[in-house]
């Protein structure tokens, strides 16, 4: 799952900025998964339990509707995800949204985060099957020169069953020939050019930046962030955010999920999983997330005995 589903990349610093909102009267809208992503010392979940604001949804879209639901109040929306997410939310805010709604961007881009992992000292990745709802926005010629830089193949591939199994099945084939090349396995959604009006919507609102990935390391150009046009719209210049910090759970730092999402480790290596960290009291975001490979692992038994 390297380089990181978007929850389990979300930095603690992001979700303590949301939970700081939360607590300080706004209502916080954000997609499920992020919902238990523990801070530094708590979650958006915490924060509804000690009566904050916080709503769940399932598009950029129902943020709007919340906003305009609610005049009075001021709607946060912690958006999270890669660019499959971030060209929705790109997407609202151009399209005149309400006075009272602002982003709180977490919005990743993989690209440089592939480079990253590629590059790790311990990692021996022989490949890497690329998610095809990213690649339906970026376009798969994105992966041209990674593909060059680095000679291992990337094969990009959807989501159902046979999807998934088409996309490892050719994937093996490069490894198996030791060829590095670039095959779309999901023609039916991807393009090379990708979805050119959501990219063109996706740049016009972000920009690049550097920022840590959770787990992991500080990325160059790999966090989203709201271009100065779109100023007034950014949470962080809105509001004084002052997160409550430095009460971190101490198991956290036994946490391997940036070893697990890079691939040098696998779950039942770290010595809380399952036992300390599960779904239900999860330490690191790889347990909460439902594309967390430590809540899979624990799913579904790890790896199987073939």
């Not at 991807?190 to 016009?204: D, H, I, Y």
């Amino acid at each position: 799952m390297g380089p990181g589903c978007p929850v389990c990349v979300t930095n603690m610093p992001e979700v303590d900025e949301a939970v700081a909102l939360a607590e300080d009267g706004a209502i916080v809208a954000t997609y499920g998964d992020m919902y238990r992503v523990p801070g530094t010392n708590r979650s958006l979940a915490d924060a509804s339990a000690a009566g904050a604001d916080v709503e769940i949804v399932y598009s950029a879209s129902e943020v709007v509707d919340l906003a305009d639901a609610t005049p009075d109040r001021e709607v946060v929306f912690f958006a999270t995800g890669f660019e499959t997410t971030a060209a929705p939310t790109a997407a609202i805010l151009v399209g005149d949204p309400p006075e009272n709604l602002s982003v709180l961007s977490a919005h990743k881009y993989v690209p440089p985060a592939m480079a990253v992992v590629a590059e790790l000292p311990d990692t021996d990745i022989d490949g890497f099957l690329a998610a095809g709802h990213a690649a339906t926005i970026t376009g798969y010629g994105l992966f041209e020169t990674f593909v060059e830089e680095y000679e291992v193949p990337v094969v990009v591939g959807g989501f159902e069953p046979l999807d998934v199994l088409l996309g490892v099945e050719r994937l093996l084939e490069y490894v198996r020939d030791d060829t590095a090349g670039l095959e779309n396995a999901y023609p039916r959604c991807v393009s090379r050019e990708g979805n050119t009006a959501a990219l063109e919507t996706m740049w016009e609102v972000f920009e690049t930046t550097a920022g840590e990935w959770r787990g992991i390391t500080e990325i160059p150009d790999a966090n989203l962030v709201l271009h100065e046009a779109y100023a007034e719209y950014d949470a962080r210049d809105r509001f004084d955010i002052e997160p409550a910090t430095g009460n971190a759970d101490p198991l956290t730092e036994q946490c391997l999920c940036g070893d697990i999402m890079a691939g040098t480790a696998d779950p039942d290596e770290c010595a809380l999983f399952g036992e300390e960290c599960t779904p239900s009291n999860p330490v690191g975001a790889c347990m909460v997330s439902s594309e967390g490979t430590c809540k899979i692992w624990l799913e579904y038994g790890g790896r199987p005995d073939l």
